[in-house]
């Protein structure tokens, strides 16, 4: 499994928006490759062990939160694409938790979650 690193610089929102694409690219690899979805609480724990790595921390409701978004934007795509577009774009969305990788595919994703993330904000 991946394990991307928060830059120490990005923002309380950059982090929170970073975390709902690499939970959503998590959740799209697992699925495609298991069949399996993780759960909300399975979420939550992996975004609490990679904020670990950057010494940061977000409360656990706010990561289970965070988790369901990630849910949300992943079974758009899966529900959205044919499998091997969705392979492709989980292919797209893991390469690019790498910050040094550029992808359009994941820029537009990434842009999804913050209107996700937007969007759950003004509820």
Known sequence: MSHPTLPSTASERGIRVALIFALAAERLSAFYEHGQWFTEAQGATLAADWLSRSKRQIPLQERRALSALSD??????????????????????????DPNYESDTAKTLMAECERLLDADSAD
């Not at 934007?73 to 938790?97: K, N, P, W």
Request: a negative charge.
């Open 72 to 97: 949300t934007l992943a079974r758009q795509v899966q529900g959205s694409v044919s499998r091997e577009a969705g392979l492709y774009i989980t292919h797209e969305m893991m390469e690019a938790l």
